[in-house]
């Protein structure tokens, strides 16, 4: 019996420091994945919340690395080449001017199941995309193969590449005709302290997964879809006036300060933040991401009216609207308009030239080349 007892016991130790061991094991996993997201802490500092996966087509975050020309370890992140530091917030208020600001005129080249910031080397994963801009951006794009390409815009220095989902009339594809307007501007009060994009800088604006009261309210958004004289609509308006004058139109803006460190992150978006308001209507670019850059806006209209009952985008409903921007300037180019129209306080066409101001010249000659 006492021989019995001693075996009970034996086991029943033997099951206890079983169970301590895993207990033990379960807590050094955890204290070694905090030590993990620690480590990483400093890395995505001030860079936002950890990036999701969306549906329709588009992910923001790949799950798995995937290399490409650009990123050869496939984890998401490039570095800027060098980085920009020592760079404080500008809180200073210049002398008022109503424009500071210029165009890049841009047609529509081509359209295709590609994306290369977010599907970098692969082909027919992303939902459709009608691309700007650069005439040779495909999947395997990267800074140098769009520095080697050709351009639809007006600047031939401006050979970066543009795209947003595609849209249909049921399954007419549409697109936008002859040169679209992006706007370059200064989205921070102190128009005298933006610098130009970085060479292949590359973000996305918005998501195609946002809600409608996120699209509504989300910080690049100006007015929502447009035609005729209905405006703020947050999805596509039921009816849209049947004249050839009435097209489908958007305006969205894109963040403009920039943390100085990286190219890209995982979710394309982290590296970039909008300006925060403070004091009185006045725009800061916060302290996480100090160096203010142009705001681009896209202002696109696609000729489209009367019934909208079948109108949509590849990446789903109106909400969904989105769009990528991969700067591939001529450096010298880029830097003459902004010099010129952001930090100089004027209204510009693509040639860098204020009509309102004629004494002022222009950027660029007659043939949108640097002189």
């Known amino acids: 019996m006492a021989e019995r007892s001693s075996r009970i016991t034996l086991v029943s130790a033997l099951i206890v420091a079983t169970a301590l061991a895993l207990v033990v094991m379960g807590l050094t996993a955890v204290t070694n994945a905090g030590a993990r997201t620690a480590e990483a802490a400093p890395r995505a500092a001030g860079q936002g919340a950890a990036a999701s996966p969306v549906m329709q087509g588009h992910v923001m975050a790949a799950a798995d690395p995937v290399p490409s020309g650009d990123d050869p370890d496939g984890d998401g992140y490039i570095p800027a080449n060098p980085p920009v530091t020592g760079v404080e917030p500008s809180a200073r208020i210049p002398a008022p001017r109503y424009f500071h600001e210029f165009q ?53 220095g401006d050979l970066s590449a543009y795209w947003m989902p595609t849209l249909y009339d049921g399954d007419r594809e549409v697109r936008p005709v002859g040169p679209q307007t992006i706007y370059y501007k200064a989205g921070v009060t102190d128009y005298t302290s933006v610098r130009p994009f970085p060479k292949g800088l590359r973000f996305v604006v918005g998501s195609p997964t946002q809600t409608a009261e996120q699209f509504r309210n989300h910080p690049g958004k100006v007015e929502g879809w447009e035609c005729g004289e209905s405006y703020n609509n947050f999805d596509f308006p039921a009816s849209c006036p049947t004249r050839p004058d009435v097209q489908l139109n958007l305006r969205m803006q894109a963040p403009s300060c920039w943390d100085g460190k990286y190219l890209d992150t995982p979710d394309h978006q982290a590296h970039m933040a909008y300006p925060r308001a403070q004091g009185a209507n006045q725009n800061v670019c916060p302290p996480s991401h100090p160096v203010a850059l142009p705001m681009i806006e896209f202002k696109m209209a696609w000729p489209v009216n009367g019934d909208m009952s079948q109108v949509r985008l590849a990446s789903g409903t109106g909400h969904s609207f989105h769009y990528d921007f991969f700067n591939a300037w001529d450096d010298a180019t880029l830097g003459a308009m902004v010099e010129h129209c952001v930090v100089g306080g004027l209204q510009c066409d693509a040639r860098g030239y204020d009509q309102n101001h004629p004494g002022e010249g222009a950027a660029l000659d007659e043939n949108y080349e640097l002189p």
């Not at 599907?119 to 080697?148: C, I, R, V, W």
């Open 104 to 156: 890049a005129n841009c047609s529509v080249g081509h359209t295709g199941s590609v994306d290369p910031i977010v599907y970098p080397g692969q082909t027919g994963k992303s939902h459709n995309h009608t691309f700007m801009g650069n005439d040779t951006t495909d999947e395997n794009s990267t800074t140098a193969s769009l520095g080697a390409g050709g351009t639809a815009c007006k600047a031939p």
